[in-house]
């Protein structure tokens, strides 16, 4: 019933020309997703690649990103980003953070693309030290990641200099667990797993993705 609405909302916003934002909870390629909606909602992404501008989700927890490819097929064209935020919940003792975005203006012919993105963290440690919450800059995507912006291109671009690239590897492993001090030991195979999830967004599709790289 909600990809049947979602998918009369899409068709309604592309013959009216408009540009659309999905806000959702769990992301499609988060292993809490199920399965058939998963699938059904990467088609619908893919179908309406030009009315949806981004999409942000949360519930994880944690600082990542999902890629959609033509055809689910990472040796395809990249079609969408799915923007995952990190929660100011602590969960299992987490440093709490947020995202501030910047979206491309309301002005005609606006794309409404995320632009920008900022994190700001605090530290937990501290926090329960002084008994006071500050918040400060953690990091700036394009910045920090040496974007050129956060088209899907980018993206995808960012995942393949990463599988080659330990020290960027390592700033997306920190940044994706809220700059926290204290990760636990991660190998080989560990590291590339980062990667691969955030290669699909597709439920389940991590593992067959993984045996390519």
Not at 23 to 46: E, M, T, W
Not at 85 to 97: D, G, K, M, R, Y
Not at 184 to 196: E, Q, S, V
Request: proline share 3%.
């Amino acid at each position: 019933m909600t990809l049947d609405w979602l998918a009369k909302e899409l068709y309604d916003s592309e013959q009216k020309g408009e540009k659309v934002h999905t806000i959702s909870h769990i992301p499609s390629g988060s292993s809490y997703c199920i399965k058939a909606f998963s699938d059904n909602y990467y088609q619908l992404v893919n179908r309406f690649e030009n009315t949806i501008a981004a999409q942000f989700f949360g519930h994880t927890h944690v600082d990542e990103f999902y890629i959609y490819f033509d055809g689910k097929n990472p040796a395809n064209r990249p079609t969408h980003t799915a923007f995952v935020a990190p929660s100011l919940t602590t969960f299992s003792e987490a440093n709490p953070a947020y995202k501030i975005y910047t979206i491309d203006g309301n002005y005609t012919g606006s794309t409404f693309t995320v632009i920008d993105e900022e994190t700001f963290w605090a530290n937990l440690t501290e926090i329960n030290a002084n008994d006071k919450v500050e918040f400060k800059l953690e990091y700036n995507k394009r910045k920090d990641y040496g974007m050129k912006d956060l088209s899907p291109a980018s993206y995808y671009d960012l995942a393949q200099r990463m599988l080659v690239d330990e020290n960027l590897l390592s700033k997306y492993i920190q940044n994706y667990h809220r700059n926290d001090q204290q990760l636990k030991k991660c190998d080989a195979k560990c590291r590339k797993n980062y990667i691969c999830n955030a290669l699909t967004a597709e439920r389940g599709m991590q593992n067959i993705f993984c045996a390519g790289l």
